[in-house]
């Protein structure tokens, strides 16, 4: 009987006929169970690309929303955008959560939207005796775009391009801007408390002393804005979307050579001087010292002073002066101790129109040229103190004032007010006690940059 078992198993152990059906036997439940895994695991990333689909559609109609100040809509944006692009999961998602959210400094200025779908497979059901739950959230963050348009433009790319002086006021509902990419460091203390500007090297692109008064709807910088006690509309730190709407105007010329001249106009006691002005060159400048009017057309001050602050009426309308070689404006007078003061006299300037501009030889510019009161050569160099700038109650001085190579001042005691008075400087600086006003409308003003929309997704 041993023997006869023992040679049985022998013959078991060599023969091999079942080892297949053997190993089939083993790994089937292991093939079963794996291919029932790979078609749940399918299902599961389905589901999950088309959630995670439909809540990114979701989060960029609500921001799209808020981006055009559909504020009130703009969850119901996002659930119907959410709804179109569901189709497997349509019978088992959750209901979309959406809700506002702060992204990189910003407050409000993003839209997460979250759902989820649960349900369970038969496969992994069994085993897990439960239902698969796939989740899926996104966040668009949203950048409003538009026009910068301002009436008083620095140009400067670097240091104070705007500086408003104690007791200055300054009244443009229409804007100041600065292409200054100056940005105050708040981590260097200048040692006394009294501000940013004080030390001349930590500053602003834009800086207005506490004690100046300052009337704007808005105020654009590339760099950083210093203004403590202004109630205004701030944009700052914009980066190189400001630009200088003029940069690629070329200068215009009038090469007729003309001299400043009095003449006596009646005779005896009525006689009074009177200078009539004819558009050229004026060599070295011109300084009233009558009553002056003068023809339109275009005006070159080659180097010298513009000086139309003597106690004579000036009456220029339908002009533009051009400063080159160095000339420089003064509309201020001389008061003791060599003081400058706010002119005694009447200053009437006004800029050429569209037709005019036609008529003095440049039609192809006419509509770019027209509303430019002074136009500054680039390379002018002007001469110091530079540009002077004042008025009083009884002047009228209209339309662009373009110095992309002058500093320009607005002098204490000097109240320039204007209709709509646009200054478009390398600097401009508003003196302690100074006043200037302009009622420029927004759609009017200068152009000072652009930037487009922004909607992304970031998460």
């Known amino acids: 009987m041993r023997s006869f078992l023992a040679k049985t198993i022998q013959r078991l152990r060599r023969c091999q006929s079942g080892n297949a059906l053997l190993i089939v036997a083993m790994g089937t439940p292991v093939l ?60 088992f998602d959750s209901a979309l959560a959406v809700r506002l959210a702060d992204y990189a400094g910003g407050d409000d200025n993003s839209v997460i939207a979250t759902a989820s779908a649960s349900k369970r497979l038969p496969f992994s059901g069994f085993f897990l005796d439960r239902a698969i739950t796939v989740n899926a959230t996104a966040q668009a963050t949203f950048t409003p775009g538009g026009s910068y348009d301002a009436c008083l433009v620095s140009t400067a790319t670097d240091g104070t391009g705007t500086s408003i002086g104690n007791n200055a006021t300054v009244t443009a509902e229409c804007g ?63 980066g190189n979307v400001l630009i200088d709407e003029y940069e690629d105007l070329p200068v215009p010329d009038n090469p007729t050579s003309r001299t400043y001249k009095c003449d006596k106009i ?73 003081q400058e003061i706010a002119p005694t006299n009447t200053i009437n300037l006004t800029p050429m129109t569209a037709a005019q501009v036609e008529e003095a030889g440049y039609p192809a510019l006419a509509d770019r040229y027209a509303g430019m009161l002074i136009f500054e050569d680039r390379n002018n ?37 204007s209709q709509c008075l646009q200054i478009s400087a390398y600097r401009i600086n508003v003196a302690g006690g100074a006043e200037l006003e302009t009622f420029c409308p927004r759609d009017s003003t200068t152009n000072a940059g652009s930037a487009a929309a922004k909607l992304r997704l970031v998460a």
């Open 176 to 238: 100041l801007a600065a292409l200054s990419c100056e940005d105050y460091d708040t981590s260097v203390d200048d040692g006394n408390g009294t501000g940013p500007a004080d030390d001349g090297d930590n500053v602003s692109a834009i800086e207005i002393d506490p004690g100046a008064t300052v009337t704007a709807d808005v105020i654009y910088a590339c760099g950083s804005v210093n203004a403590p006690n202004v109630d205004s509309d701030i944009s700052e730190n914009l």
């Open 32 to 91: 079963i169970g794996g291919a029932g895994f790979a078609v749940d695991t399918a299902q599961w990333y389905m589901w999950k690309r088309e959630l995670q689909h439909s809540v990114d559609q979701a989060a960029l109609a609500g921001a799209y929303a808020l981006l055009n100040d559909d504020t009130a809509d703009y969850e119901t944006r996002a659930e119907n955008e959410f709804g179109r692009n569901q189709d497997k999961t349509a019978g």
């Open 381 to 417: 160099n002007p001469q110091e103190p530079g540009h002077r700038f004042g008025g009083n109650a009884n002047s009228v001085i209209e339309g662009v004032v373009y110095l992309p190579d002058g500093e320009v001042t607005v002098i204490g005691t000097a109240k320039v007010s």
């Open 266 to 338: 009646g005779n005896g006691q009525n006689a009074v001087n009177q200078a009539s002005l004819k558009p050229g060159t004026y060599n070295n400048g011109i300084s009233v010292s009558c009553t002056t009017y003068c023809e339109p057309g275009i005006y070159v001050i080659d180097g010298g002073v513009l000086d139309l602050a003597g106690n004579y009426d000036v009456t220029c309308n339908g002009v533009m002066f051009v400063l080159k070689n160095g000339a420089t404006i003064k509309f201020t007078g001389n008061g003791g101790n060599g």
